[in-house]
């Protein structure tokens, strides 16, 4: 409400007009919070529009704004809060574009090898990766999450601090063992999620790890499912009840069902 009253008061006074950075950056916050309460067509259709006054239908990057590095900063705020939304729409070519415009945005900023700006291009390889495994296309999306994964390899992690690279390979991890069992491969996705899971358990009560373990354990049980490994199943789903009791993270509700329906299906299936 209150950005919506600036808005309102800036294009009052008449001395902004909707291109001005000043405004830019206030539609974006607003679209951001339209989409956190669930708004998500009116969020996508006002970042859409500050997309286009920033980035040509070539994917160029163009004069919007008085400087170069507000105008790259600019192109990352609006993918950070659009590339999502493409991606739940089901629009995984736009998002490829996306978080490509924006990697290259992030990758010409000044001092774009400090660590902030490192991590933020690790997440937007770990974005297109995502986006062009949805799209079906394993290949690129192997390579790019495996390059991810080098990169943090390479970076000097201090032992014992958390820090926004936390968790990162786990995450990664996850991705790979998706793509694996999106082409079959059971025994590379099993892998994947065994070690992903191993870098999670590193780190207690760390809000990231604790959410990546859910999905990983959830990951592991629906495998063991699909491989009729039932008492496997069972026990990874054990697992992630518990962890969900411990840290309130994952879907209880839907582990519970999967856990019951599957003792079901064994009783029957001893009878």
């Known amino acids: 409400m209150f950005m919506l009253s600036a808005l309102e008061q800036i294009y009052s ?5 909707e291109s001005s950075e000043a405004v830019q950056e206030i539609i974006v916050r607003m679209a951001h919070a339209a989409a956190q309460i669930g708004e998500q067509k009116p969020a996508k259709q006002m970042l859409e529009t500050a997309w286009d006054k920033v980035v040509d ?3 160029r990057i163009h004069g919007l704004g008085d400087s170069e590095s507000w105008r790259m900063q600019h192109v990352c705020r609006v993918a950070d809060a659009l590339g999502p939304l493409l991606m739940d729409c089901g629009e995984y070519k736009t ?3 996306t978080y490509g415009t924006a990697l290259q945005a992030a990758r010409t900023m000044q001092n774009n090898d400090s660590d902030d700006l490192l991590l933020k291009q690790a997440n937007y390889v770990t974005s297109l990766g995502e986006a062009f495994a949805m799209d079906k296309d394993y290949e690129s999306a192997r390579t790019l999450l495996s390059s ?9 992690q201090p032992k014992n601090v958390v820090d926004k690279w936390t968790c990162l390979d786990a995450v990664v991890m996850l991705d790979l063992a998706q793509v694996e069992r999106q082409q079959g491969n059971v025994e590379k996705s099993q892998q994947w999620a065994e070690t992903g899971l191993q870098e999670t358990k590193k780190w207690k009560r760390v809000g ?6 859910a999905h990983l354990l959830s990951h592991l049980a629906h495998l063991s499912e699909s491989q009729d490994n039932v ?5 990874y789903y054990s697992l992630a009840i518990k962890h969900f009791q411990d840290t309130g993270t994952g879907n209880m509700e839907q582990m519970d069902t999967a856990s019951r329906q599957l003792k079901q299906r064994l009783l029957e299936s001893t009878k």
């Open 148 to 156: 991810v994964l080098m990169d943090i390899k390479k970076r000097e």
């Open 231 to 235: 008492k496997e199943a069972l026990g």
């Open 57 to 59: 239908s070539d994917g």
């Open 208 to 213: 990231a790890c604790d959410n990546c373990q």
């Open 95 to 97: 998002a490829i574009r």
């Open 13 to 17: 006074d008449g001395d902004l007009d």
